[in-house]
Each structure stands twice: as structure tokens, then as C-alpha cells.
T-cell receptor, first 112, second 115 residues
Framework: GENVEQHPSTLSVQEGDSAVIKCTYS??????FPWYKQELGKGPQLIID?????GEKKDQRIAVTLNKTAKHFSLHITETQPEDSAVYFCAASSYNTDKLIFGTGTRLQVFP | DAGVIQSPRHEVTEMGQEVTLRCKPI?????LFWYRQTMMRGLELLIY????????DSGMPEDRFSAKMPNASFSTLKIQPSEPRDSAVYFC?????????????FGPGTRLTVL
């Protein structure tokens, strides 16, 4: 089955700097890659997703890149702000399955 | 829409007691998922339903865990008897179409502590 690895487990950055979180997946049939943000005391919330027919997607300060050959995808946050502090999860799935396989999470801390 | 609703938000019980967690998905969503989150194991899928029918319960840890979805607007996750290792945050999520292709909306979670 699918396995998703996520690095780093913790990441501390200064406000205004960029943050990058990387994930690798094992199943070459995977073609949907969402990213979820979990704030303290809340459930995860989708912030951006990418499908296998594109290599990059951007939404304001966040972007996701996908390399299907290498089977890895990354989340990029530019101009980080204290409110970006949270746990971020990557996930993967294929079109013929109903469920997501989540990575282990990255705790991002943005210091003012 | 109020989003996914879970109750209770916090539950403290003693080992051996029965625990029932409740979830109301977003109206019109066909899929419902139950997850468990711990520091050690991260976010684990326990079971999911499509149109009220359980599809995959391979993540349910053991027979002490059971889940039902009697109608499109209500689901329960029951643990009987509970054990300290069941302590975790349990999330319910729903999606309009397949959760492997569509956004999953998570509830606020139930923090379960088994003493």
C-alpha cells in the first residue's frame, strides 16, 4: 500500500523567511496530493492540493510542487507570518481509492 | 453550514467503561471518515462510510472498536471496553465525493482520556 514520508518533523523560521516541507510517496499510481494545516485544538483543514497533471500550483503565499518521476512533492510558504505556526500534513491518494494516506506532520513555528 | 459537528469535545472515563463518540457530517456529503490522532502514530484512518455503508474498517484496532452510521446525518464510534491506550483525539471528517479525490472537512475532534 501507499506510504508517505514527511520531513522535517519540526521547523522554526523567522517571520518573513520562507519555509519548505517535503514529502515522498511510494505508490506510483498516486495522483492527488493535498496539504492540510492543523491549528492547536482544531481539526486539519485543506490549504492547497495538486493533481498529477500539473507540476506546480500557487495560492498567494503558498505553493506546492510535484515531481512524479522522483515521487516527491513539497509545500513552500513565503513571507511567513506568526499565524502560519501550525502542524502541516501532506497526504497522497490515487483516483481508485477513497482514502488519503497522511504523512507524519511538520510542526512549523514562526518567530516574530 | 455549521461544518462537521462532533460531541463530546472532551471525554474522561475510567478503564473498562464504554465510550461513544458522535459525529454529524456536512449535509450532502456522501463520505464519512473516522480518524485517530496520537503523538506516536500520527493521523490514522479507522473506518470510512460511503452513503451510510461501511466500506473499509481495516484501520479499526480491534474488536473493542465499532462504528455505525444509521443515517446520512449521524455516525457513532464506540469503544467497549475502553483502555488507557485508547487515549487520543478522535476526528470525524466528511467529503462530498470520494475522500481520495475531494476535500475532506474535519470536525473539531473529541479528546478522549482513559484513566
Amino acid at each position: 500500500g501507499e506510504n508517505v514520508e514527511q520531513h522535517p518533523s519540526t521547523l522554526s523560521v523567522q517571520e518573513g523567511d520562507s519555509a519548505v516541507i517535503k514529502c515522498t510517496y511510494s505508490d506510483s499510481a498516486s495522483n492527488y496530493f493535498p496539504w492540510y494545516k492543523q491549528e492547536l485544538g482544531k481539526g486539519p483543514q485543506l490549504i492547497i492540493d495538486i493533481r498529477s497533471n500539473v507540476g506546480e500550483k500557487k495560492d498567494q503565499r503558498i505553493a506546492v510542487t510535484l515531481n512524479k518521476t522522483a515521487k516527491h512533492f513539497s509545500l513552500h510558504i513565503t513571507e511567513t507570518q506568526p499565524e502560519d505556526s501550525a502542524v502541516y500534513f501532506c497526504a497522497a491518494s490515487s483516483y481508485n481509492t477513497d482514502k488519503l494516506i497522511f504523512g507524519t506532520g511538520t510542526r512549523l513555528q514562526v518567530f516574530p | 453550514d455549521a461544518g462537521v459537528i462532533q460531541s463530546p469535545r472532551h471525554e474522561v472515563t475510567e478503564m473498562g467503561q464504554e465510550v461513544t463518540l458522535r459525529c454529524k457530517p456536512i449535509s450532502g456529503h456522501d463520505y464519512l471518515f473516522w480518524y485517530r490522532q496520537t503523538m506516536m502514530r500520527g493521523l490514522e484512518l479507522l473506518i470510512y462510510f460511503n452513503n451510510n455503508v461501511p466500506i473499509d474498517d481495516s484501520g479499526m484496532p480491534e474488536d473493542r472498536f465499532s462504528a455505525k452510521m444509521p443515517n446520512a446525518s449521524f455516525s457513532t464510534l464506540k469503544i467497549q471496553p475502553s483502555e488507557p491506550r485508547d487515549s487520543a483525539v478522535y476526528f470525524c471528517a466528511s467529503s462530498r465525493t470520494s475522500g481520495g479525490w475531494d476535500e475532506q472537512f474535519f470536525g473539531p475532534g473529541t479528546r478522549l482520556t482513559v484513566l
